[in-house]
């Protein structure tokens, strides 16, 4: 099973026990602001059932995040394929989720950096997208921290979000492997015996 450490970061697959912080953070409205809304228990405990499936059906995912030393819940980062159609997919997207108390602290960029290199390194996917609603200016700037670039061009919009709603339209940053610049090398991730599909 796959464990990626940074010097802050323990980035795991999930437990029971991530349920009732994952529920908190994903009914918190300053990190929804730029998703179409909060999200129940029940609709929380749905997408954590999603990402574990991811998971089993692809080898990679998107992680639970712990703050060390204290191995707090922080959130999830990590790798996801997404569910609908667009002119750049198929694809795999890097994305995360941070507890507000935690921002601007880094943590994003960092384990966004870790999970770059297992994304290229250990599972040797040819590239990542990365995408939000294009007023969401916070998490734009961790892609770009991440050597991520922007064509204006590429933007789209959303098509799970209604015409005229106010975060239909979203940005497309990439970062393609024979672009990437690996500041040092992949020493922390511990790996299964299965090997991740690069689907």
């Known amino acids: 099973m796959t464990v990626l450490k940074t010097e802050r970061l ?3 697959r999930w437990r029971d026990s991530d349920r009732e912080p994952f529920a908190m953070l994903n009914a918190d409205p300053r990190v929804m602001e730029f998703m179409p809304g909060p999200l129940t228990r029940e609709e929380s405990d749905a997408l954590a059932a999603r990402i574990e499936s991811h998971f089993e059906q692809y080898g990679f995912g998107l992680f639970a995040a712990e703050l060390l030393p204290d191995h707090a819940f922080v959130g999830f980062m990590g790798l ?3 569910t609908f159609q667009a002119h750049f997919t198929p694809c795999v997207e890097i994305g995360w989720r941070i507890v507000a108390d935690h921002w601007g602290q880094g943590l994003a960029t960092e384990g966004g950096q870790e999970i770059i290199r297992y994304a290229f390194e250990v599972l040797e996917l040819e590239a990542l997208v990365s995408f939000t609603a294009a ?8 892609m770009e921290k991440l050597g991520m670039t ?5 933007d789209f919009d959303h098509p799970r979000l209604p015409e005229g709603h106010p975060l239909r339209r979203h940005v497309l940053y990439r970062l393609r492997r024979a672009e990437w610049n690996p500041a040092r090398p992949l020493a922390s991730a511990t790996l299964g015996s299965r090997r991740p599909s690069r689907d």
Do not use: I, K, T
């Open 10 to 12: 323990l980035l795991r």
């Open 80 to 82: 996801s394929v997404p």
């Open 135 to 142: 007023v969401n200016l916070r998490s734009q700037r961790v």
């Open 150 to 154: 922007h064509d204006p061009a590429e």
